[in-house]
Each structure stands twice: as C-alpha cells, then as structure tokens.
C-alpha cells in the first residue's frame, strides 16, 4: 500500500510538472496559436473563400430560359384541333451579353477576391503585431513583479534595522515610519502590476483564441535585442511593393478600372437568342392531311436609346469611384510611410535609452545603493538617503526592463508598419 501511495505521487508530481513546463508561452508559440486559433483571422480567411467563388459565377452567362405555351387555343371548345393557328409550343432562349461584358464583369470580381485575400493577409501581419505587444508587456510585468518581491524583501531587511536601531537609540522612529510607508507603497504596486498582469494576460488569450482565464506562464529567459541598422528607405519600398493593405487599394484600383470598361460597354446593346418548336393537331380541311408542326428562331436586342440618363452617368459614377480609389490607395501610402517613420524613430530612441540604462543608470544606481548602505552601517548616511538610494534602483530596473520590453515591440510595430512578417533575421513569406 505505501508502494501504491508513492507511485501514485511520484505520477501527480510528473504530471503536475509537465503541465508547467507545457503552460510555458514562448513568443514563437503565441504566434502560431494565434494564427491557428483567432477567430477573426478564420472570418477574414473564410471571406475570401466566398470572395474567390465570385469571379466564375459573376464571368458565367445568364442561365437558359425553357418555355411551354399554348398558342391561340380557342376559349369555346379548348380544342387543340379545331384551329389551324393553334400549337403547343416548346421554347428555349439564351441571354448573350455583348461581347466583353461578362470578361470585364469576372475580371472585377477577380480584382475584389485578391483584395479580399489581400485584407486577410493583413489581419495577420496585425494579429501578430498585436501578439508581440501583449506578450511584451507581459514579459516586462513578470520582470517588474520580481523586481518589487526582491525590493519588498530589502525594504522589510531596512524596517528591521531600522528598529533595532530604534531600540538602541542609535536611531529615529522617523526611520522606522519611512521604510514602513515605502514598504506599504510596494505593497500597493505589486497590486497594480497584478491587476495589469491579469488585464494584459485575458487581452493576449483573447487574440490566441483561448479562455480569457487560461494561465499563462512565461518563459525564464528572453531573448536579447538586436541593433541591426534601420533602412528606412528600403522598408518604405518594400512596404509599397508588398503590404497587403496597399494590395488591397491596387486590386480596388483594377476593379474599378474594369467597372469603368463595363460601364462604357453599356452603350451596346444586349442580345437575347431563342428557337420554339410548335406541336399542331388536327388536319387541313382543304386536302385531309395532318397539319404540319411549326419551328420558330428569334433574336432581339436591347435598344439603348436613354444614354444621357443611364449609359452617360453610370459612366460618370465608375470613373468617380474609379479617381476614389486612387485617392484612398495614395492616402493609404502616405499613412504606412507615416507609420513606418514613426515606428523607425520610436526603435531608435528606445534602444538608445536601453543602451543608456544598461551601461550607465543601472551600475551608477547599484553602486550609489551599496556606497550609501555602508555609509549607513559606519552612521556616515542617514537613513532617507539610503532608502532614497534603494528606491532609485527599483524605479531604474523597472524602466530598464519596460525599456526592453518597448525595444521589441517597436520592432513589432515597425515589421507590421513595412509589411514584413518578421523585422530581421526571418524570410518573409
């Protein structure tokens, strides 16, 4: 029986420990579940499935028409023999539009299920942006949550000195009350980092397709930054050649380009092709024999005679929506140019101050926190200064890992801004 007791918690253990090490969320794995798992990317992906259906349907002719008439039955007896005039007819007729118009017609829908494609293309790049960004964040409050247990942990260390040199005399009850408020102060952010923490973890579980409650774990390395030069020139090229939004206007441009065709080709007319057959019954009076049955070929046309009202204005109004579409395609440039700029000059700067940190504000801080904690030993260092000291360190290691944290999401950004799945170090795809 403890045999059986000892297996059965040696296995929960197992489990237990496999359900952490599982639990832990790389980057690379938020990325792939947010791709296989978020809604709106499935919506956006299946809106282009419809979209793609369009074209062939919309470059199709307009299906046949069969017809069966009774011609010139007479009303007193209904014979279908007691007139000559009278026949059951079959009919069939074909609607053909002038030639070009279904070409223009497909070409269109062509032109908007590319767009369509385009749109879900850029949702993603977007989705993993927005990925990126809240697994920074969460990557930067589990740093900044440690950073306050550990100053909590030195604040209670000062609290304790700070009495027991109280006791002895050798110090202030002042000194007492300082380091008991600034440990209340840390206390009430631990609360608001949690608080954020939570906030932050339900937005980023909401984006991977997941319960908003589910755990998330993060991982206990990170990776480091890079300092790969920004070609701001080159992104903005790529970004015009291959950032889906920007497709998307090109292929809005197209359509209504060949909308504009189609709207031209109206002033042609339609045709409307037909053949009847008439089954007559009876005979020919005048030699006895059976009357003979009738065949019928009809062509007709559409006549558009009202251009000044019709073909004219829609003409108007393609070639409108037409210069529309050109204008939002060029507004849509100058806005990721603009996106691009504003995120190229955010990375500069936020590496900079990253730079700054790590090789100047942190080790100053570290080095003041231990020069005034043995000046305060010796009764060189009063005690405000000591905890003003400490507390500069925490509020430094904070903005250091904040800093670092902003580094990769303003390549995130700036990836997105230029249409790239990846910023450096991946092919783009």
């Known amino acids: 029986m403890p045999l059986f007791k000892t297996g059965w918690l040696l296995l929960a253990l197992f489990s237990y420990s496999t359900f952490a090490m599982a639990s832990t969320l ?62 059951l007819q079959l009919g069939i007729s074909q609607s053909l539009p002038f030639p070009g118009k279904l070409g223009l017609k497909q070409q269109a829908a062509s032109e908007l299920a590319g767009a369509a494609v385009s749109n879900r293309d850029e949702l993603r790049l977007l989705l993993l942006r927005n990925v990126r960004i809240h697994w920074w964040n969460l990557a930067y409050l589990d740093k900044a949550l440690l950073i306050v247990q550990n100053n909590q942990a030195l604040l209670r260390n000062l609290v304790r000195v700070s009495e027991a040199k109280y006791k002895t005399g050798t110090g202030l009850q002042q000194d007492v009350l300082l ?100 089954f007559r019954s009876g005979s020919n009076p005048a030699n006895g024999q059976r009357r003979s049955d009738m065949a019928s070929i009809m062509l007709s046309m559409t006549l558009p005679i009202y251009t000044g009202s019709k073909q004219d204005r829609a003409v108007d109004q393609r070639r409108a929506e037409k210069a529309k579409a050109q204008f939002t395609w060029q507004d849509g440039l100058n806005r990721v140019n603009a996106e691009i700029d504003s995120a190229a000059s955010d990375l500069r700067i936020v590496r900079e101050q990253l730079s700054l940190f790590r090789q100047g504000i942190i080790p100053q801080s570290r080095q003041t926190t231990a020069s005034m904690l043995a000046g305060y030993q010796v009764n060189k260092v009063d005690f405000l200064n000591l905890v003003r000291a400490q507390l500069s360190e925490f509020n430094n290691d904070m903005q250091q890992w904040q800093t670092y944290a902003r580094v990769h999401q303003a390549e995130a950004r700036l990836a997105a801004a230029a249409g790239k799945k990846y910023l450096n170090g991946e092919t783009d795809e």
């Open 179 to 278: 380091a008991q408020l600034e440990l209340s102060k840390l206390l009430e952010k631990e609360l608001d980092l949690k608080s954020e923490h939570a906030s932050q973890s339900a937005n980023l579980n909401a984006l991977l397709g997941r319960d908003s409650a589910t755990p998330i774990e993060m991982p206990g390395t990170l990776p480091e930054v890079t300092t790969a030069p920004i070609d701001v020139i080159a992104l903005k090229q790529w970004a015009k050649e291959n950032r889906p939004v920007l497709n998307s206007l090109t292929r809005h441009i197209d359509a209504a380009d060949a909308m504009v065709a189609l709207a031209e080709k109206d002033y042609y007319p339609d045709f409307k092709l037909g053949a009847a057959y008439g």
């Open 26 to 87: 790389t980057l690379k794995q938020a990325e792939d579940l947010a791709l296989a798992n978020n809604p709106s990317l499935h919506a956006a992906d299946s809106n282009a499935v419809a979209m793609a259906a369009i074209p062939s349907q919309a470059g199709s002719l307009p299906d046949p028409t069969l017809s069966l008439n009774a011609l010139n039955l007479p009303v007193d007896s209904f014979s279908t023999s007691q007139e000559a005039m009278t026949q």
